[in-house]
């Protein structure tokens, strides 16, 4: 790609601030930005396209720092249910009934959805990660931070999960590192599911590799009482000082979610720089809890945001996550002034890049950089006004008035996935309409042991509400 | 108007539940609805034009309970600022440079927005309400339930604000009792804008003409710690211990947030059948609180919701606010199951209308009534996939996925306002061009005073955030 985006409204996110250029432009040549400035100062003959930025906003691409993308095809399928169920008793009878195809399409779905919203980059955690790799990201030509889940229980019937060391799944894992050594758009991750489901020889193993390759350990940490019952009954304390013991609160790790830490958990994380994750939609709606983002970002530590799988949350778009927690953390800490938009924003950009260990090349908008870049439509009714004297609104607007469809261009890496909300060379249509089609079988395959597992959602649909 | 949607997955939200008809059609001659039900019962003869509803839920049109549409040019002008900040040192300074034009303008701009995202009936609050309906919403074809704004302040300088009674206004308000005694598309209500704001002469006098006419009272009450101290000083007791002592704690009574009110007071509320209206979006991010919409409901009271305006909002949009209600809920409550979806869609159909006293009219879909309707495309990647089988999953998707784009047509009173995401006869870009331009000058005017008033948005630009 060799193009120019000039009289924008230029958000960089380089220094303390945003790293606003109220009227700046940018340059991408190859899988580069070449060019970070003001308008006036960039030299339209080195490019071969100038796309005119007027009434946009020119943003690095959001990074989604925790995400199951292989789920959607069953989004809508467990909601409004009471936690213990939620797995077994909702999402379970007819997660069961999906193949292997439906999962690579469910991918497939998930991140268009996320691209159209602005996502870039997605820190994808996953059985068989390598497919999807192989599959749906190098093809879309999206940005992933990929982990193959390694999860050991072979049986969760008795009161303690039994766990056996599989070296075959640490060693799929590795092999990511293998194949992808040349850094393009995939960045390979551990991915030890939780310290309840995995042998203490492997996180070993892991985390010896991961300290002496500089590796990052993506895990969800401390998610709640199923994990904290299993920690204590295997271990006989919390799942934070259980991987403190094994040297894993260091800022390798990449931990989703941790509303399970009490307080000075929380703050031997932030202090060690642990790279927490928030999944405000789906840890609100399937738990009733607001993630503690605002905490770590106050105990000084780095914070990111997840949009985690659909049948929990309902959808990818990082834009109503940025604008979710920060509705959740006012109401929480009963402050208005909680976790203001330009701080939203930071998480989703500069600090999702810091917590995925990208930072050298995503996240912010620098010379020498992968272009990974977005603009936003400013024109749209819900958008308007935006004015820059005596201030930018459209900042605060970007967090309180976006729904993501003001995404107008997605270029990733260099190249141009969307232009005018529209899907450059991904046949949207012919997807979505195969997504339709498996799913009406998967979900009526399931009927029978959804009715029997008698979960909440059963009875709603008796009483005629869903 | 004469025509029928066809082949839709149909809502009425008639009856207990949701009135779900899974391949339904509705039949639209004038201004109301002469068939609602199956498709294959309808006959096409009837219409002179059959629109194909497939892939699309067709729905009663949202209902917005509690709005002031006139300040929409400040988008993004007074967010992530301390409560007590919010009126006077961040909006106010700005706000103070509108005029009569700006105003209008922004009710345009508002009503725009709000019709896109598929609200048909605005619960509007303002003052000079009839120039707003004969300017604004009679030529755009929008229903309102147009409350005039009586405020008899004339001094907020002492300790205790200084009323005195104004005839002049309560006339005006009276009059628009007078203009519209046609029932069209505007349904007047009387607006004491709150109790700490109007004399017990005006309050007497008003309740004196509802309880007569049969019509309704719209008030803010129970507001918070402004209010509460000004009528504790006043007259020794809370918000509604006045009210009822006044008799106002009754079913014409529709009480706009009413977070201020103890346990005990929202029980009597909603024993007498008082109206509640709460805000999510608004309330949680100007004062960090959750409007008590579920409780409420709980205790066996009546509920809808509201945007307010967007310089606290952000937005009009009440699938958002939808969505917002139940995820508060749900943190607030720590529970996952409150404010289920199906719930949170009758708070802005058929209880918005029952809280505004238009049930008989709108709300829900059924023949004689007047066809306030819209359509929302399941063919969105966000909404995909839409099953029927084991139960309807678009249900919560309607809550969870959904961000207003997906709403394709809408119809007010019979009339088509917008067809396929477009507006059939309003000029939305020369709307826009013209609020873009008048907002510049409104903000820039004001750039002395709100650089004085220092509020924490100023402290915010200093530091290059916004």
């Given at each position: 790609?060799?193009?120019?985006?000039?009289?924008?409204?230029?958000?960089?996110?380089?220094?303390?601030?945003?790293?606003?250029i109220?009227?700046?432009?940018?340059?991408?040549?190859?899988d580069?930005l070449?060019f970070?400035?003001?308008?006036?100062?960039?030299?339209?003959?080195?490019?071969?396209?100038?796309?005119?930025?007027?009434?946009?906003v020119?943003?690095p691409?959001?990074?989604?720092a925790?995400?199951?993308?292989?789920?959607?095809?069953?989004?809508?399928?467990?909601q409004?249910?009471?936690?213990?169920e939620w797995m077994?008793?909702?999402?379970?009878?007819?997660?069961?009934?999906m193949?292997?195809?439906?999962?690579?399409?469910?991918?497939?779905?998930?991140?268009?959805?996320?691209?159209?919203?602005?996502t870039?980059?997605?820190?994808?955690?996953?059985?068989?990660?390598?497919?999807?790799?192989?599959?749906?990201?190098i093809?879309?030509?999206?940005?992933?931070a990929?982990a193959?889940?390694?999860?050991?229980?072979?049986?969760?019937e008795?009161?303690?999960?039994?766990?056996?060391?599989?070296e075959?799944?640490?060693?799929?894992?590795?092999?990511?590192?293998?194949?992808?050594?040349?850094?393009?758009?995939?960045?390979?991750i551990?991915?030890?599911?939780?310290?309840?489901?995995?042998?203490?020889?492997?996180?070993e193993?892991?985390?010896?590799?991961?300290?002496?390759?500089?590796r990052?350990?993506?895990?969800?940490?401390?998610?709640?009482?199923?994990?904290?019952?299993?920690?204590?009954?295997r271990?006989?304390?919390?799942?934070?000082?259980?991987?403190?013991?094994?040297?894993m609160?260091?800022e390798?790790?990449?931990?989703?979610?941790c509303?399970?830490?009490?307080?000075?958990?929380?703050?031997l994380m932030?202090?060690?720089?642990v790279n927490?994750?928030?999944c405000?939609?789906?840890?609100?709606?399937?738990?009733?809890?607001?993630?503690?983002?605002?905490t770590?970002?106050?105990?000084g530590?780095?914070?990111?945001?997840g949009?985690d799988?659909?049948?929990?949350?309902?959808?990818?778009?990082?834009?109503?996550?940025?604008?979710?927690?920060?509705l959740?953390?006012?109401?929480?800490?009963?402050?208005p002034t909680?976790?203001?938009?330009?701080?939203?924003?930071?998480?989703?950009t500069?600090?999702?890049?810091?917590?995925?260990?990208?930072?050298?090349?995503?996240g912010t908008?620098?010379?020498?950089?992968?272009?990974?870049?977005?603009?936003?439509?400013?024109k749209k009714?819900?958008?308007?006004p935006?004015?820059?004297?005596?201030f930018?609104?459209?900042?605060?607007?970007?967090?309180?008035?976006?729904?993501?469809?003001?995404v107008?261009?997605?270029?990733?890496?260099g190249?141009e996935?969307?232009?005018?909300n529209?899907?450059?060379?991904?046949?949207?249509?012919?997807?979505?309409?195969?997504?339709?089609?498996?799913?009406?079988?998967?979900?009526?395959r399931?009927?029978?042991?959804?009715?029997e597992?008698?979960?909440?959602?059963?009875?709603?649909?008796r009483?005629?509400?869903?």
């Amino acid at each position: 790609m060799n193009l120019a985006i000039i009289n924008t409204r230029l958000m960089t996110f380089e220094g303390d601030s945003l790293g606003l250029i109220k009227n700046g432009a940018v340059g991408v040549e190859d899988d580069k930005l070449t060019f970070v400035g003001k308008s006036r100062n960039i030299d339209e003959e080195d490019y071969e396209e100038i796309i005119d930025g007027s009434d946009h906003v020119t943003m690095p691409g959001l990074i989604d720092a925790h995400v199951h993308t292989s789920l959607s095809l069953l989004r809508g399928s467990a909601q409004d249910v009471p936690e213990k169920e939620w797995m077994n008793r909702a999402l379970g009878p007819i997660a069961q009934n999906m193949d292997e195809e439906d999962h690579l399409l469910s991918s497939k779905l998930s991140i268009m959805e996320g691209l159209k919203a602005g996502t870039t980059t997605f820190a994808e955690f996953a059985r068989d990660v390598d497919r999807l790799i192989k599959d749906v990201y190098i093809p879309f030509g999206v940005r992933v931070a990929g982990a193959e889940t390694i999860n050991e229980v072979v049986d969760k019937e008795g009161e303690l999960y039994v766990l056996e060391r599989s070296e075959d799944k640490l060693a799929k894992n590795e092999r990511l590192f293998e194949d992808h050594a040349e850094k393009g758009l995939v960045e390979p991750i551990y991915g030890p599911q939780a310290l309840d489901m995995v042998t203490l020889e492997t996180l070993e193993e892991i985390k010896r590799r991961s300290e002496e390759k500089k590796r990052r350990v993506h895990m969800h940490v401390a998610q709640g009482g199923r994990e904290e019952e299993q920690i204590k009954r295997r271990y006989g304390k919390s799942t934070v000082k259980k991987l403190d013991e094994l040297d894993m609160i260091q800022e390798d790790l990449i931990a989703a979610h941790c509303h399970g830490a009490s307080h000075e958990e929380k703050k031997l994380m932030a202090e060690r720089g642990v790279n927490m994750v928030g999944c405000p939609s789906s840890i609100s709606m399937i738990d009733g809890i607001v993630p503690p983002v605002k905490t770590f970002l106050e105990l000084g530590g780095k914070a990111a945001l997840g949009s985690d799988q659909t049948p929990g949350n309902g959808a990818h778009n990082i834009f109503r996550e940025m604008r979710t927690i920060s509705l959740l953390s006012k109401c929480h800490e009963k402050d208005p002034t909680a976790l203001p938009a330009w701080e939203a924003l930071k998480l989703s950009t500069k600090g999702g890049s810091e917590v995925l260990g990208l930072e050298d090349s995503v996240g912010t908008l620098k010379e020498g950089k992968k272009a990974d870049l977005i603009t936003v439509d400013l024109k749209k009714l819900n958008m308007t006004p935006s004015v820059d004297v005596p201030f930018s609104n459209f900042i605060p607007n970007l967090i309180y008035s976006t729904t993501g469809y003001e995404v107008d261009n997605v270029i990733v890496n260099g190249e141009e996935v969307i232009r005018d909300n529209g899907f450059v060379s991904i046949d949207e249509e012919k997807i979505r309409k195969k997504a339709e089609k498996r799913a009406e079988k998967i979900f009526s395959r399931a009927e029978v042991d959804w009715l029997e597992a008698d979960s909440e959602m059963v009875k709603y649909q008796r009483e005629g509400h869903i």
